[in-house]
């Protein structure tokens, strides 16, 4: 489950195996691999591992080639082993990064995507939501987890189950028909409470989300943020964030 953007082993201490002694680097290498399997940003960072030390040994083979074709290693069999670096390591290498690209852009579409399905759909529900953009729901919910880590989601979190999104310091479960609400205790004593209040207070949350306001004067619909004031982009006529 995602805690952090560190990855699991350090990018650095494999590079000092790729010296010191290479089979560990593949072996931690592949370890870091398999941790990340439902990790996306983690992912790409993998991507992006892969592919520097692909093309920096490649770089290395080509220099060493370069040098000592001559001398040592003879036309024909130098010749062999540079078109095998190029196979196994540059080609590989230069996908691996145009791959890595690729998934950036598609992760950031995706944030997008959940940003909408959270304040524009009102969807919570992660298996909802990896339905909608077709992922499983281990990688949705660690996508969503590090959204709220970066604050890229606010004012939301995970219930106990990591099943739904609710707001913030709220945890909202359904039961035979019945609701729980839990709540943290922030510095107030549990005599400060007024439970009578706290729908009330968990609903003006809610509504504070981004709001889609339709133009009085024209009708084009603009996207508004909570306290946003702006003039309409066609008539010029004053929007307000609806209270």
Not at 36 to 58: A, E, G, Q, W
Not at 83 to 89: I, T
Not at 215 to 228: D, N, P, T
Request: proline share 3%; aromatic share 14%.
């Amino acid at each position: 489950m995602y805690t952090s953007d560190k990855p699991a082993i350090s990018g650095k201490l494999i590079a000092w195996f790729w010296f010191l002694f290479f089979p560990v680097a593949v072996l931690l290498t592949l370890i870091r691999v398999i941790k990340h399997v439902n990790l996306s940003y983690h992912r790409i960072l993998d991507y992006k591992l892969i592919s520097k030390t692909c093309l920096l040994l490649f770089l290395f083979f080509t220099l060493a080639y370069m040098y000592k074709r001559a001398s040592v290693l003879g036309d024909g069999d130098g010749r062999d082993f540079y078109y095998g670096c190029v196979a196994v390591l540059g080609i590989p290498g230069f996908l691996l990064g145009i791959i890595s690209w690729v998934k950036t852009i598609q992760l950031e579409a995706r944030y997008k995507k959940y940003y909408d399905l959270i304040y524009y759909q009102e969807v919570t529900s992660v298996q909802d939501i990896a339905k909608a953009v077709n992922k499983r729901e281990s990688i949705v919910r660690n996508d969503l987890l590090r959204m709220i880590e970066l604050r890229m989601i606010e004012d939301m979190s995970f219930d106990a189950d990591f099943r739904h999104l609710a707001p913030s310091h709220w945890g909202i479960h359904e039961s035979d028909g019945s609701f729980t609400i839990n709540f943290e205790l922030t510095g107030a004593g549990l005599e400060d409470l007024d439970f009578d209040e706290a729908p009330a207070r968990m609903s003006k949350k809610v509504k504070r989300a981004p709001k889609t306001v339709e133009c009085s004067g024209c009708g084009a619909k603009s996207v508004l943020q909570r306290g946003e004031k702006k003039n309409c982009d066609y008539c010029d006529s004053v929007l307000t964030y609806p209270r």
